[in-house]
């Protein structure tokens, strides 16, 4: 279990290109919620709306590549304007929970997403595939600011 006594807030990207965010993401690894427990084929999808709003749009398979699909549209809010790096996703309303974007590479190849409490993260690319160095360093910042990693699940992605 995290302390974030010890590691503190969890820091965000400095700036996020919105429209370049948008578009799908494959959901790599995680440290799942229990909605997302045996997804399999996961992507995460978001659009920008006429108000300024993330529609957000996540399916996956459960539990096998040939399992039902689940699909799920949380609407995610710009918190932090300046940045574009600090979201609250409504998942059902009223309810909005924090999501920062902490990490992004220059290219938007992948992104890292993080809530303050170190509960939950999500490793997402544009491709199904990552590389497995960018992977390991990107485990590696995350046990830096305090994941506990040995709970980060990879997701089986399999699209041939």
């Given at each position: 279990m995290s302390d974030n006594k010890k590691f503190g807030e969890l820091e965000t990207v400095d700036y996020v290109d919105l429209k370049r965010f948008m578009g799908d993401w494959y959901v790599i690894?995680?440290?799942?919620?229990?909605?997302e427990k045996g997804a399999v084929n996961a992507i995460e999808s978001y659009r920008l709306d006429s108000k300024g709003r993330v529609q957000t749009t996540f399916t996956?398979?459960?539990?096998?590549?040939t399992g039902p699909?689940?699909?799920?549209?949380p609407t995610g809010f710009i918190y932090n304007k300046e940045t574009n790096s600090e979201w609250r996703m409504q998942f059902?309303?009223?309810?909005?929970?924090p999501f920062l974007i902490i990490d992004l590479d220059e290219k938007y190849n992948y992104t890292v997403i993080g809530v303050p409490n170190r509960k939950y993260v999500w490793i997402m690319a544009r491709d199904h595939v990552l590389d497995d160095k960018v992977y390991n360093k990107i485990i590696s910042k995350l046990e830096k600011v305090g994941y506990d990693i040995s709970q980060i699940q990879k997701i089986e992605q399999n699209w041939d």
């Open positions: 690894a995680n440290i799942p919620t229990f909605i996956f398979r459960k539990d096998s590549l699909q689940k699909k799920y549209n059902l309303w009223p309810f909005k929970s």
